[in-house]
C-alpha cells in the first residue's frame, strides 16, 4: 500500500491531502486487499492517476469509490484503468449519479474484465440515457463472469428493462440481480419475466419498489425457485456421476490388483510345482540308483552263492568218495565230514531263506513304489481337475511320469537281461562242475593225501563265508531302512502337495467372493438408479398438481366471466331505466345528464379495468402453461438421461465384468 500511494503522489502534480490520508491508514490497517476511497471527492487528476494504477501495479481485490462525486471523465478515466486489471473482485461506484458517460465506460468495462464478479452501482441515473444505457446492457451480455449486480435506485423505466432482458438473455453468469426502486412497471416486468424462460443461471432477481404487478413477481420468483431447482438437480446429477465414476474406477483398480494378484499367485505356484519337479526327479533318480545298487548286490550275492553251492557240491562228492573208499579205515574222518555237510546244509537253508527275505523285501519296496505311482497319479488328476489354467504345468509333469515309466521299463529290461545272464553262468557252472567231478574221479587218489588239506581250506571258506553273509545281512538292513526314509520322504511330499491343493482351492474360493461382492455393487447401482426413477416420478406428480392448479385457475377465471357478465347485463338493464327516466324527464332534470355522463365514464373505466385485468390473467395462464411446458419438457429429459447414464454404466460394468479375468474365468466355467 505505501508503495501505490508513493506511486499516486508521484504521478499527481498536486495530490489531494484526504486520499494521501485514506491510503497511509489503510497501508496500516492489517486488510490491505481492499481500496478504500468511499466519501471522498477525487478530482479528474486523482482518477487519472488511479486509472493508470489500477492495472497492474495494484494487488486489490476490492475497490470502493461510492459517494465520491464522480464526473463522467473521472468514471471513464477509473474504468479504462479497471478494464486490463485482473485481481479487482468486487467494485462498489454507489451514489456517484452516473449517467450516458458512466454507463458507456461500464459497459465497455464488462466486455473487457474478466475477472470483475460483483458490481455495485446503487444510486446512480444510470437509466437517464438511453443509448449510454443500451451500451451498458450490451457489455452485461457479452461479459461471462459477473455473478452478482446491484441496480437499486437508478431511474430504469420499462425500455432500460427491456434491454436488461435482452442481455440477461444473451448473459450466462449472473446469478444475482437487484433491480429495486425504478420504474421498470407493467411492461417492464413482463419483457424480465419473458427473458427468465432462456436465462437457467439466475437465481435471485428483487422488483420491489418499481410497480410491477403482484402476478409477475410472483412468477418471478416461480421462475427463480425453478432455476434454483434446476441448479440443486444439475449438481446433485454431477455428484452422482462424479460418484459413480470414482466407484467405477475403483472398481477397475481392484480388479487390476486382483488379476495382478492372481498373475503373481500363479506364477509362484508355477515356480513351486516345477520345483517339486525338480527335486521329485531327483528323488526319483536317487531311489532308481539305490535300486540299482541292490540289485547288483542281489547279483553279487547271487553269485557268492552259487560260488559256494558249486564248492560244496564238489566237497560232498569228495567226502562220499573218500567215504567210500575209507569206510573202515577212517570213520572219524566221515564222521566230521556228516557233520560239516549238515551244518554247509543249515548254512545253504539259512542263505535260501534270507534270499527268499530279500526277494520278499524288493515285493515290497515295488509294491509300495506302485503305491507312491498311483498317488502321483491320484495328484495329477486332481491338479487336472482343479486347475484348468496350469495346463503346461500338467504335461511337464505327464512328461516326467512317462520317463519314470520309461525308466521302470528299461530297469525292468535290465533286470531280465540280469536273470539271463545268471542263467548261462548257472549253465556253465554245471558244465564245469561235470567236467571237474569226471578230472577228480580220475585223480581221485591222488588227491587223497591233500584231502585233509582242503577241509581245512573249506573250514576257513565256510567261516570267510558266514562272515560275509552278516556282512551282506547288515548292508540289506541298511538299505531297507533307507528304504524306508525315503518312502516317508516321498510321503512328507504328497502331504504337502495336498496342502497346496488345498491353498489354490482356498483362492479359488476368495476369487468367487470378490466376484459376488461386485455383483452386490451392480445391484447397489440399479437400486440408486430406481431411486432416481422414484424422483422422476415424484416431479411428475408436481407436474399434475400443477395441472390441477390450472385448471382450478381457468375454473375460477371462467366464473369471473359470469359474474361480469351478469354485472354488465344489471348495469345495462339500470341505465336503460335511467335513460327512461332521463327522457321523460329531460326538460327538467339536466342534472341527471352529467350524473348519467360520470357513470358512463366509470362504466368504462371498468371496462379497461377489466380488460387489463383480463389480459393479465391470460398472461398469468400463458406463464403457467409455458413453465408447465417446461417442466414437462424437463421431467422428459430427466428421465432420458437417467435411463441413459443407468443404461451406460450398467453396459459399463457388465462389459469390464465380462472383459476382467474373473469374467473370462466364469464363462469359462
Known amino acids: 500500500m505505501e508503495e501505490f500511494r508513493r506511486a499516486y503522489a508521484r504521478l499527481c502534480a498536486a495530490p489531494q491531502e484526504p486520499v494521501l490520508r485514506r491510503l497511509r491508514e489503510r497501508g496500516a490497517a492489517p486488510g490491505r486487499g481492499r481500496l478504500d476511497l468511499a466519501a471522498q471527492s477525487l478530482s479528474l487528476e486523482t482518477c487519472g492517476a488511479l486509472g493508470r494504477l489500477l492495472p497492474g501495479a495494484a494487488p486489490f481485490t476490492e475497490v470502493a469509490l461510492g459517494d465520491c462525486g464522480l464526473s463522467g471523465e473521472g468514471v471513464t478515466l477509473l474504468l479504462h484503468g479497471l478494464c486490463s486489471n485482473t485481481t479487482v473482485k468486487l467494485l462498489d461506484l454507489k451514489g456517484n449519479n452516473l449517467r450516458s458517460m458512466g454507463a458507456e465506460a461500464l459497459g465497455k468495462l464488462l466486455r473487457q474484465n474478466k475477472s470483475l464478479r460483483s458490481l455495485i452501482l446503487e444510486w446512480n441515473s444510470l437509466g437517464m440515457g438511453e443509448e449510454g444505457f443500451s451500451s451498458f446492457c450490451q457489455g452485461l451480455g457479452a461479459n461471462s463472469f459477473l455473478q452478482w449486480l ?223 505311482r498311483n498317488q502321483v497319479d491320484e495328484l495329477e488328476k486332481k491338479c487336472k481337475i482343479q486347475q484348468d489354467q496350469l495346463f503346461q504345468v500338467k504335461q511337464d509333469l505327464t512328461n516326467t511320469t512317462a520317463e519314470l515309466k520309461l525308466r521302470a521299463m528299461q530297469a525292468e529290461e535290465r533286470l531280465e537281461t540280469e536273470k539271463r545272464r545268471f542263467k548261462q553262468s548257472l549253465e556253465d557252472v554245471e558244465s564245469l562242475r561235470v567236467k571237474e567231478v569226471n578230472h577228480l574221479t580220475q585223480h581221485m587218489e591222488a588227491s587223497e593225501h591233500s584231502m585233509q588239506e582242503r577241509i581245512q581250506k573249506l573250514e576257513a571258506i565256510r567261516i570267510a563265508l558266514e562272515e560275509e553273509l552278516s556282512q551282506t545281512k547288515a548292508a540289506a538292513l541298511t538299505e531297507r531302512g533307507q528304504a524306508e526314509e525315503e518312502l516317508i520322504k516321498v510321503r512328507n511330499w504328497a502331504r504337502l502337495e495336498e496342502q497346496r491343493l488345498e491353498h489354490l482351492e482356498e483362492k479359488l474360493r476368495l476369487m468367487t467372493e470378490s466376484r459376488d461382492e461386485a455383483q452386490n455393487c451392480c445391484l447397489k447401482q440399479k437400486q440408486m438408479v430406481a431411486e432416481a426413477q422414484a424422483k422422476a416420478s415424484q416431479l411428475s406428480l408436481h407436474a399434475d398438481g400443477l395441472r390441477r392448479r390450472l385448471e382450478e385457475l381457468q375454473q375460477d377465471l371462467n366464473s369471473k366471466e359470469e359474474e361480469k357478465v351478469t354485472e354488465v347485463n344489471k348495469v345495462k338493464v339500470e341505465l336503460q331505466e335511467q335513460i327512461g327516466h332521463l327522457q321523460a324527464e329531460r326538460t327538467a332534470q339536466d342534472g341527471l345528464r352529467e350524473k348519467i355522463a360520470a357513470l358512463e365514464r366509470q362504466l368504462k373505466a371498468l371496462s379497461s379495468s377489466h380488460r387489463e385485468s383480463m389480459l393479465d390473467k391470460e398472461g398469468e395462464i400463458s406463464v403457467l402453461l409455458e413453465k408447465l411446458r417446461m417442466k414437462e419438457a424437463d421431467i422428459s429429459r430427466m428421465r432420458e438421461e437417467e435411463a441413459q447414464r443407468a443404461s451406460f454404466l450398467q453396459n459399463a460394468i457388465m462389459a469390464y465384468v465380462q472383459g476382467s479375468p474373473l469374467g473370462t474365468h466364469s464363462s469359462r466355467k
Do not use: Y
Open 150 to 372: 446491484d441496480l437499486r435506485s437508478n431511474q430504469i423505466n420499462h425500455q432500460g428493462a427491456g434491454e436488461l432482458a435482452m442481455a440477461l438473455k444473451q448473459n450466462t453468469s449472473l446469478q444475482e440481480l437487484d433491480l429495486r426502486w425504478n420504474n421498470i412497471g407493467l411492461l417492464g416486468g413482463r419483457a424480465l419475466l419473458n427473458c427468465l424462460h432462456s436465462n437457467k443461471t439466475l437465481k435471485r432477481l428483487e422488483l420491489a419498489g418499481n410497480n410491477v404487478p403482484s402476478d409477475i413477481l410472483k412468477a418471478v420468483e416461480q421462475a427463480m425457485n425453478h432455476n434454483q431447482d434446476r441448479q440443486t438437480i444439475l449438481s446433485e446429477t454431477q455428484n452422482r456421476a462424479s460418484v459413480l465414476s470414482k466407484e467405477v474406477l475403483s472398481l477397475k483398480d481392484e480388479k487390476t490388483k486382483q488379476f495382478l494378484d492372481l498373475m503373481d499367485t500363479i506364477d509362484k505356484q508355477r515356480e513351486e510345482i516345477a520345483r517339486s519337479d525338480r527335486m521329485s526327479a531327483a528323488r526319483v533318480s536317487q531311489l532308481q540308483e539305490a535300486l540299482n545298487e541292490q540289485h547288483s548286490i542281489m547279483n553279487s550275492l547271487k553269485a557268492k552263492l552259487q560260488m559256494t553251492e558249486a564248492a560244496l557240491a564238489l566237497s560232498e562228492q569228495k567226502v562220499h568218495n573218500l567215504g567210500e573208499l575209507l569206510n573202515a579205515m577212517r570213520q572219524e574222518q566221515t564222521s566230521m565230514a556228516e557233520c560239516h555237510l549238515k551244518e554247509l546244509q543249515q548254512q545253504k537253508q539259512e542263505g535260501a531263506d534270507r534270499e527268499a527275505k530279500l526277494f520278499r523285501d524288493l515285493s515290497a519296496a515295488g509294491e509300495k513304489n506302485l503305491l507312491l
